[in-house]
């Protein structure tokens, strides 16, 4: 691993686990491999990777412990040892991980969708043989949710129905979960049983809301 702008291999090193644990490729109260794994990993020797984990001991960031591996203590020190090291071709290289991310996040959005679409063929396919049903309803000017989280509104024990996913203009978001805040222009994916879309329909439009 070559150095950059003159900089030390085990300043480079030890940047680059702390921008891991940054981006959380590493986790805290975890431990990394130890120094020979390291040195293999990236093509340095064993005392490159002492300094570089020196580098880091010293400002809390990770504990490296004799025949118990290196144990990392905080993402927010590493934070610091970055902003304290830093330099323009490690922000380049910063910048390249988050895009990476990004991508990597993109890819992953896709594939729920995709699984998402195909529960809702399933269930289509299905429909008379399952003793559930999946609506969608909108979320429009007037009704009394706008504003309010589904654990507030205790909206399963008053429908019986779970929000499995909402649409917001072109965005899809699977599983919400109690703190999904109801807005206008939202479509929203329950699914229940037994006069489900009545029940749903009747308590978001004409249910009072207590404020």
Not at 101 to 117: A, G, S, V, Y
């Amino acid at each position: 691993m070559k150095g950059h702008h003159g900089g030390a291999v085990y300043k480079n090193i030890a940047l680059d686990i702390a921008n891991k644990i940054l981006i959380g490729e590493l986790k805290t109260d975890e431990k990394i491999s130890g120094r020979s794994t390291l040195a293999s990993m990236y093509n340095v020797s064993p005392e490159t990777i002492r300094r570089a984990i020196a580098l880091l001991e010293d400002m809390r960031v990770v504990s490296s412990t004799k025949g118990s591996g290196i144990e990392i203590l905080s993402v927010s020190a590493a934070e610091r040892f970055i902003e304290k090291n830093k330099d323009n071709e490690y922000l380049s290289t910063v910048k390249e991980n988050i895009f990476r991310l990004i991508d990597k996040k993109k890819e992953l959005d896709t594939e729920i969708q995709l699984n998402f679409e195909k529960i809702l063929d399933f269930i289509d396919r299905f429909r008379n043989i399952t003793p559930f049903t999946l609506i969608e309803v909108e979320i429009n000017e007037g009704c009394k949710v706008i504003g309010k989280k589904i654990n507030e509104l205790r909206f399963w024990q008053a429908t019986g129905a779970t929000v499995v996913a909402y649409r917001r203009k072109d965005d899809i978001m699977i599983s919400p979960g109690p703190n999904y805040i109801f807005r206008e222009g939202d479509t929203i994916v329950v699914i229940g049983n037994n006069n489900v879309y009545d029940k749903v329909y009747n308590f978001i439009y004409n249910t009072y809301i207590e404020e």
